[in-house]
């Protein structure tokens, strides 16, 4: 009941800046508070955590790769995340996923496990 569309990938060089958004939908989200987060997941690696993002917005935490570079942010009025990315690397590279679970207070996940709901993905790709 929860549909997710990434979007704002693209192709940039090493010290550049993307923003990706998240725009959600469904009855489900509507309802319910949602925290939300991104993850990637580069060829041949497993997905990897990038930041989550508390219910209403209260609180970010963010993979100490990311830490200082990227920043997650949402706009509940218009039920979409986003995560800013500044000084990308090439090891940013991958498919970026946004994903979503139901919440009842402020906390936020960090593992897959904790999701319900996640979107295709958009592709980032940092050229050296």
């Known amino acids: 009941q929860v549909q997710l569309v990434e979007s704002g990938g693209g192709l940039v060089q090493a010290g550049g800046s993307l923003r990706l958004s998240c725009a959600a939908s469904?009855?489900?989200?509507?309802?319910?508070?949602?925290?939300m987060g991104w993850f990637r997941q580069a060829p041949g690696k497993e997905r990897e955590f990038v930041a989550a993002?508390?219910?209403?917005?209260?609180?970010?935490y963010y993979a100490d790769s990311v830490k200082g570079r990227f920043t997650i942010s949402r706009d509940n009025a218009k039920n979409t995340v986003y995560l800013q990315m500044n000084s990308l690397k090439p090891e940013d590279t991958a498919v970026y996923y946004c994903?979503?679970?139901?919440?009842?207070?402020?906390?936020?996940?960090?593992?897959?496990?904790?999701?319900?709901?996640w979107g295709q993905g958009t592709q980032v790709t940092v050229s050296s």
């Open positions: 993002i508390s219910r209403s917005g209260g609180r970010t």
């Open positions: 994903a979503a679970h139901p919440a009842q207070s402020e906390g936020v996940f960090v593992f897959s496990k904790g999701y319900d709901y």
């Open positions: 469904g009855s489900t989200f509507s309802s319910y508070g949602m925290g």
